[in-house]
């Protein structure tokens, strides 16, 4: 019996590890973006919700939430899905293609695109 519990014990053990490596990895993807590189959201951000082959405006058009086409994305996105200096805390940055978004959209964005949208939201979210 004792066994047993021992063996539970060192299972749980084992995965509550492995979770947090895991989230280490996740956290380190990210890469860093300079504090001296400026962040325009009209110039940086938007185009990304319409790049060739990862165009989130396919389907976020209007008829799905956040609206994310050029001209429209900013006032769809503050302050309802994003916390202006806080993008751990930001729906929109935690349900990117690529980190959350509620189901598998056939691309993500990569982990440079994903630092560039989080910096911006921590540095304010400025229509800029
Ligand atoms: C194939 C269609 C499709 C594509 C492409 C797509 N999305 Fe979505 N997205 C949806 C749908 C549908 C929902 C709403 C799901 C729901 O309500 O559960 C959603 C939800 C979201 C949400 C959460 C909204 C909420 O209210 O919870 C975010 C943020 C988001 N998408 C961002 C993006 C971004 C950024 C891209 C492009 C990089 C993208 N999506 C590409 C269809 C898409």
Redesign the pocket.
Known sequence: MKKKALLILSGCLLMFSASCYYDELVAEELPDIPDGEEISFAQDIEP??SQDG???T???DGS???D?RIGRAYNALVPD?VVAGDAAAS??FQ????RG???D???A?SAQEIALIGAWIDRGAENN
């Open positions: 990304l919700f990862k165009d989130c396919r389907c976020h799905t939430d956040p994310l899905y729906e929109f349900k990117l293609p690529g978004h509620p189901f959209v056939g691309f964005l």
